[in-house]
C-alpha cells in the first residue's frame, strides 16, 4: 500500500459544484501539504498543515480550502469549482526540516 | 509566487551520455531535494541534501548542495531509456516555515 494515497485518482466536474479531494498518510509526519501542478509552471502550494490545529495558506490559495481531520488526514475543497481549477493535485507530507514524499495525485477536470 | 530557476527546461540526450541540469535560486536554502516525476504519477524523491557543500550519489544519480547554499545540481551518468521523465528541484523555505519551493522541471528524452 502507498503511504501517501490521494482519492479519487481521476475525477470530472461541473462548473459550480464543490468537489472534495482526500488524502490520509500512514508515514506519521505531522506536516502535510497540497499543490497544484500545470503544465510548464511546477508545482504551487495552495495549502499547508503542520498539526491538526494548524492550517496555513499557501501561495495560491484563492478559490480553495482544506480541512485536517486528524494527523493521518487532509482534505482539499473546491467549493464552486470554475475550469482554470483543472489541474494535477498533489497531497505531500514530511517530518520536521526532512523531505515531502507525494502522493499519486488527482487529475480534476473542470467542465 | 517564488520559483526556482531549473535548467534546462528539456533535453534530448543518446543512450549512455551524462546528463546534467542545475536549480538557482535569489535566496539561501537549508535543504535541496531532487525528484522525478513519472506521467501521470507523483514526484518520488531522488536525493535530500542537507548541507552546504553535500554531494550524495544514489546509484547512478549525484547531486551536490552548492556552497552558496543558492544552487543544487544533479548528474544522471550513463542514461538509459527508463530515466525518461520530468525532473524537479525543490528548496526547503529556511524561513521557519518549512515550505517547500519547487523549480519548473526538466524534462528528459532518452534516445535509444
Known amino acids: 500500500d502507498a503511504d501517501v494515497t490521494q482519492t479519487p485518482r481521476n475525477r470530472i466536474t461541473k462548473t459550480g459544484k464543490r468537489i472534495m479531494l482526500e488524502c490520509s498518510q500512514t508515514?506519521?509526519?505531522?506536516?502535510m501539504y497540497w499543490y497544484r501542478q500545470d503544465p510548464g509552471l511546477g508545482l504551487r502550494l495552495i495549502y499547508y498543515?503542520?498539526?491538526?490545529?494548524?492550517?496555513n495558506k499557501g501561495e495560491i490559495s484563492d478559490g480553495y480550502s482544506v480541512s485536517r481531520q486528524a494527523q493521518a488526514k487532509f482534505s482539499l475543497s473546491l467549493e464552486s469549482a470554475i475550469p482554470n481549477q483543472t489541474a494535477l493535485y498533489f497531497c505531500?507530507?514530511?517530518?520536521?526540516?526532512?523531505?515531502?514524499?507525494f502522493g499519486q495525485g488527482t487529475r480534476l477536470t473542470v467542465v | 509566487g517564488q520559483q526556482l530557476n531549473q535548467s534546462p527546461q528539456s533535453m534530448f540526450i543518446q543512450e549512455g551520455e551524462d546528463v546534467s541540469m542545475n536549480c538557482t535560486s535569489s535566496?539561501?536554502?537549508?535543504?535541496w531535494l531532487w525528484y522525478k516525476q513519472d506521467p501521470g504519477e507523483g514526484p518520488v524523491l531522488l536525493i535530500a541534501?542537507?548541507?552546504?557543500?553535500e554531494l550524495t550519489s544514489n546509484g547512478r544519480l549525484t547531486a551536490q548542495f552548492g556552497i552558496t547554499r543558492k544552487d543544487s545540481f544533479l548528474n544522471i551518468s550513463a542514461s538509459i531509456p527508463s530515466d525518461v521523465g520530468i525532473y524537479f528541484c525543490?528548496?526547503?523555505?529556511?524561513?521557519?516555515?518549512?515550505?517547500?519551493?519547487f523549480g519548473t522541471g526538466t524534462r528528459l528524452k532518452v534516445l535509444a
Open positions: 508515514k506519521g509526519h505531522d506536516r
Open positions: 498543515s503542520f498539526d491538526v490545529k494548524d492550517i
Open positions: 541534501l542537507y548541507k552546504a557543500g
Open positions: 505531500a507530507t514530511s517530518d520536521a526540516g526532512r523531505e515531502a514524499f
Open positions: 525543490a528548496g526547503q523555505d529556511p524561513s521557519g516555515t518549512y515550505k517547500y519551493i
Open positions: 535566496s539561501i536554502f537549508n535543504t
